[in-house]
């Protein structure tokens, strides 16, 4: 086990409060921290703070040990996932992120065309799918996946919007994917001119609806606030048809391939493939390629998935994908033994409270304070944690396979 240092980036919408906090810097930060990253991206690898080597050079250096003899097979020496803290002040772009297949075949065709992999049009700079958790630290806000098509009529029928009862009526005719397919590319395929006519009275529509504490009064609160920051901007219309979600802290929220999502408020840690593949749907300036969008997006619609877990005592794990799975370590000070993180192979942990305590088979331990984190191994073998003088909550990340 060694002291593992991540990196910091600052976006627009990051806090400057949460990460600082958490970081033992200086708060306010001088500028937004958004995500705090740890793993071995190639776009920003972690630092281990013993010899000056990062996470990547450990990992070319010695795969065996580091990922584990299956392991390494099976991921090409590299580290299948990205650990995040993420601290979100404003909205995150409207979003969603490719299968594996398409990722694969996006990242060899825009290889193939010669496209910088910093381009701002380019969709796959990465060649793995996105599929992410995210487990709330605070109360978290977000839009997920595409809501019920009949509970979508019913909010665009009480917010009463003249100018969306044609579009309304359209998806009361075709309740199911195909019509959430066919009205949310009308939408993001209008002309500006159209785009600039409808926002607006949606989001009067949308202040009426409040003022009468409608049913949906949250719904139209959320568009409200995308609206101001926004303006004109087709992503606005597209989160009507999305899930709103609250999630209290623990709660975990899991977004496969192909679900629209946009994370709104509100802090926590985001575990996802070791990729940086997005495809925008609006709410924001940068570059939207709608037919890759539409070939990328899954319309089923649904409820969000929230994660129950599974484990006992101290520890529970959430497993959703091969790529990655996410141990949540909360001690109240009381326990009387360690308990097992109970997940293999290459892991990294973070103390986002507290102290922990991890324990190898080999005999080696490890204190990790709050902000820090640890890189393990897979030679380490199997981890104990524990809380050291007092309550603590950690998160330990390690890919999906279990014990194969």
Request: negative net charge; aromatic residues 6%; glycine residues 10%.
């Amino acid at each position: 086990m060694e002291v593992l240092r991540g990196s910091v980036r600052t976006y627009a919408w990051g806090s400057r409060t949460h990460l600082a906090e958490l970081l033992g810097d200086p708060v306010p930060s001088p500028h937004p921290q958004a995500e705090l990253w740890l793993g071995a991206h190639r776009d920003e690898p972690s630092q281990l703070t013993e010899g000056g080597r990062s996470l990547a050079d450990v990992l070319r250096d010695d795969p065996a040990g580091s990922l584990g003899p299956s392991r390494r097979e099976r991921w090409s020496d590299r580290l299948p996932y990205l650990l995040k803290v993420l601290a979100a002040e404003e909205p995150l772009s409207l979003q969603a992120h490719p299968s594996a297949e398409q990722a694969a075949a996006g990242y060899a065709r825009e290889e193939a065309a010669g496209v910088p992999r910093t381009a701002a049009d380019r969709n796959y700079p990465d060649p793995l799918p996105k599929p992410e958790l995210l487990c709330a630290l605070t109360e978290f806000h977000a839009l997920a996946g595409f809501r019920d098509p009949a509970q979508t009529v019913r909010l665009l029928r009480a917010l009463d919007v003249r100018a969306l009862d044609h579009h309304t009526e359209l998806l009361a005719a075709q309740p199911d994917a195909d019509g959430l397919r066919a009205l949310f590319t009308t939408w993001i395929t209008l002309p500006q001119r159209a785009v600039d006519d409808l926002v607006p009275a949606l989001l009067d529509g949308c202040v009426a609806h409040a003022r009468a504490h409608g049913e949906f009064t949250t719904e139209a609160r959320t568009l409200l606030d995308l609206g101001e920051r926004y303006p004109g901007d087709a992503g606005v219309l597209a989160a009507l048809l999305l899930n709103r979600v609250a999630l209290q802290p623990g709660q975990c929220l899991y977004q496969p391939a192909g679900s629209p999502h946009s994370y709104l408020a509100g802090a926590g840690v985001e575990l996802m493939a070791n990729s940086d593949n997005v495809l925008r749907c609006g709410l924001t300036p940068k570059h939207v390629d709608v037919p890759e969008l539409l070939r990328v997006l899954d319309f089923a619609p649904g409820a969000p998935t929230l994660l129950s877990g599974e484990g006992e005592g101290p520890v529970t794990r959430f497993a959703p994908s091969e790529y990655f799975s996410l141990a949540r370590c909360a001690f109240d000070g009381t326990e009387e033994k360690d308990a097992d993180l109970g997940i293999e192979g290459p892991r990294i942990v973070i103390a986002v409270e507290g102290t922990v305590r991890l324990g190898t088979s080999r005999g080696q331990t490890r204190d990790v304070a709050r902000g820090t984190a640890a890189w393990v191994p897979a030679c380490d073998g199997p981890v104990t944690i524990a809380a050291v003088d007092g309550p603590a909550l950690a998160f330990a990340a390690a890919d999906g396979l279990g014990d194969g």
